[in-house]
Structure formats: structure tokens, C-alpha cells
């Protein structure tokens, strides 16, 4: 894929004491190296940091609402609790751009909270997570790797003492199957931000030059 350090983009799935994927840990700075006709990198970096952003806060938003949807469900707690987190560049912590509204029901929604980073960042991390705790079992990874799927007909003798989804179209590894159905857009939607970065840039500096030849 064009644009140098895009290639280092890395997709991982992880299970720490929540269900979290790691979808993308990008590094700016290396695909900044690769650029042509940049005369002003501190610029360019701030643009490349905001369009990159806010493609992939898009992408992070259907995966958090399509694996909330697929998720288990009776309180409706497991759902509202997914969440998409970033952290930019070397600061320590991060802040929730995405979560879930109405997971008790039916069809729950991803909430967009901030469209973009606002600030230039060298490197992009972004999680998409749940986590459920109950009388300190870890509800989330519990039913995202041992509950079985929704079955309509009644059990047999075999399946007595097994656990399954309660609703049709719910059950274990709703953050996984979500996060497949989307990961070919993440590459693709980093192609597209650092292409709008690219148009901004070369827009911006050639009104200065039509200013400057006045």
C-alpha cells in the first residue's frame, strides 16, 4: 500500500482483564518522511493528525456499534459499557472518543463524543473495549469467549448446563466478529485521511501563494 510507514499499521486482538482489540497503532512520523513537496512538516503534521483521526474514529464507531449489537444481552450493562479510546503520541492515559448509548435495548448506538484529535500526535492507539464486571467475575471476556451462540429449539440432554446467548443474533465473540467484518477499512481509511491531509495542505499553502504574488 502507498505511503511508506502506512504499512507498519498492526491489528492485534487482546484479552486483558476487559475484552479489548487493539485496532490500529499507527506511526505518523513514518509516513511524514515519505512526503514530497512538504515544505512545512509542522503543518503538515497537524493535518495529517486531525483527517487520520477522524476517518478511523468513523471505523471505530461501527465496530463498537456492530459488536454491541452482537453482544449478550439482559441488563444491558455488558453493552453500554463499550467504549473507543485513543491515546496520541506519548501521553499518558487515555480519553473515550466513542461509546454506547441504549444498550438495554434492542439497537444500541455509538456515540461520536470528539470528531478528531485536536492536537499534532507522532502516533496514533486506538482501543475498542467492554468491560462487565459482576461479584468479580469478568462478565465481558466470559461471554465473549465461553457463552455459546443463541439456539431457537429447546436443548437436549447433552447441552443441560451449558450457557447460551438469550437473543437471535447475540452471543460469544461479539467484539471479534465485529472488528472482522470492518479491519479492511482501517488501511483504507488511513489512505483516505493522510489523501485529505495531503489536499488541505497543498490548498492551503497555494491561497498563501496567490496572497503573497499580490
Known sequence: MAGG????????????????????DEDIKGFMDSMIGVTNRTSFYYLATRFISARLIIVAAKILELAARKAPYETGE????????IVAGNITGMDTFVKIEGGETKEPKAVILKDYISKPSGRIEMNISFDREDKGR???LWAHEELLDYVKRPKTGSQIGSWYARHF??????????????KDKIPREIQRGLNDA???YNAKHKTRARRRGR
Open 5 to 24: 510507514g502506512l504499512s507498519r499499521a498492526k491489528w492485534e486482538y487482546k484479552q486483558a482483564r476487559a475484552v479489548k482489540m487493539k485496532a490500529m
Open 169 to 182: 443474533r447475540t452471543g460469544p465473540k461479539y467484539l471479534e466478529r465485529a472488528f472482522k467484518v470492518h
Open 198 to 200: 495531503i489536499k488541505a
Open 78 to 85: 455488558l453493552r453500554n459499557s463499550g467504549e473507543v479510546r
Open 138 to 140: 469478568d462478565v465481558a
